[in-house]
């Protein structure tokens, strides 16, 4: 049998599915290969004769520095959320080879990091391209407005705890007990981000989750899947474009052009509401995830020095406490801070 670490799940609870669902023919030939960089789940590489994919299983304790607990049942809400993903915009996620929702593991088709690099590595390399963040924008508001109002999507997804225990509890109320006096906006924000229920939430679009595809981006990890409020999408993603100012100056201004793109694209896609009341709540959660980004449970690991933390409050703390209506605005803000 395939061995693996032993910091990793079990090498017999993937051997067993692959059994089970047949995947390997011969398990004592069977490749495991444990990827890297992941908090919140066991992930390896499965080479089998000719044959490559990848097995996910989740953690209930996420890898950060902080107690971070989830529940186990995400990894069968992320199954369904690529699966809605693909019908909606085909090719825009890896196939779903086969999944065991009761033991929370599920395989995947393999997309070579060769012709599928992951967006963050590129943005970090200073390869900002608007063009690719449009299309994603494009893609993200075309699930949003496929799935919302959906009365189906939000039994199958009625994910709250789950969402609580992994975006809002560790974004928005840790830093609200690190800014006591912004504890009122970032609760009721927390509040209000929580309780509505408008359409199929990814919860972690991130270039660290988004592959650069031949055929444009492909989305990955939708662990926090939940049916809810879709601007928590958009300032999750604007959030790491702002950020990635600090990780590679010299391309802040293709930074910014992407976030531009982004924003414009995906607006360009509501046809749910009135565009301007989302980008509204966008702008409401940006500076809030902006902040927590550096005095959250999961802070950036490339902001490490404090004058850039520092940067990242001057710009973020006015903003939660009188919140702007427009993208521009923040964009504005951080790119005065940035050319100082």
């Avoid at 943005?123 to 494009?138: C, M, T, Y």
């Avoid at 949003?144 to 939000?154: C, F, K, L, N, R």
């Avoid at 550096?294 to 933390?309: F, H, L, M, N, Q």
Wanted: hydrophobic share 45%; charged share 25%.
């Amino acid at each position: 049998m395939a061995q693996i670490p032993a910091e990793q799940v079990p090498a017999e609870i993937v051997a067993a599915f692959l059994q089970r669902t047949g995947l390997v023919e011969n398990l004592a030939r069977a490749r495991l290969t444990p990827l890297t960089g992941g908090v919140a789940a066991d992930i390896w590489k499965v080479e089998s004769g000719t044959r490559t994919f990848v097995v996910k299983k989740a953690l209930g304790q996420l890898r950060v520095a902080q107690t971070w607990l989830a529940p186990v049942s995400r990894n069968a809400s992320e199954v369904d959320w690529l699966r809605e993903a693909a019908r909606i915009v085909p090719g825009v996620v890896p196939e779903i080879l086969a999944s065991d929702r009761e033991a929370g593991i599920f395989a995947m088709s393999y997309l070579d990091p060769a012709d599928h690099p992951v967006w963050k590595q590129e943005l970090r390399a200073g390869r900002a391209d608007p063009d690719f963040a449009g299309r994603l924008g494009r893609i993200v508001a075309a699930i949003h407005a496929d799935t919302h109002g959906s009365a189906e999507i939000a039994r199958r997804f009625a994910n709250d705890d789950t969402f609580h225990s992994i975006r809002i509890e560790p974004y928005l109320e840790a830093t609200a007990r690190v800014h006591t006096d912004l504890a009122g906006p970032l609760l009721a924000l927390a509040a209000e981000t929580l309780g509505a229920k408008r359409a199929l939430v990814h919860g972690d679009v991130s270039p660290k989750n988004i592959l650069v595809g031949p055929q444009g981006p492909v989305i990955l990890d939708a662990e926090c899947a939940w049916y809810g409020e879709p601007a928590f999408d958009l300032a999750f993603c604007l959030n790491h474009l702002l950020l990635k100012c600090l990780w590679t100056p010299a391309s802040s201004a293709g930074f910014l052009s992407c976030f531009d793109a982004l924003a414009e694209s995906y607006l360009a896609g509501v046809d749910w509401e009135p565009p301007d009341e989302i980008e509204a709540r966008i702008a409401r959660l940006l500076p809030a995830l902006f902040l927590a980004r550096v005095d959250g449970k999961s802070p950036a690991e490339y902001i490490t020095a404090e004058a850039d933390r520092d940067r990242v409050r001057r710009v973020a703390r006015p903003l939660i406490a009188t919140p702007p209506t427009r993208l521009a605005a923040i964009r504005q803000s951080w790119a005065q801070e940035i050319s100082r």
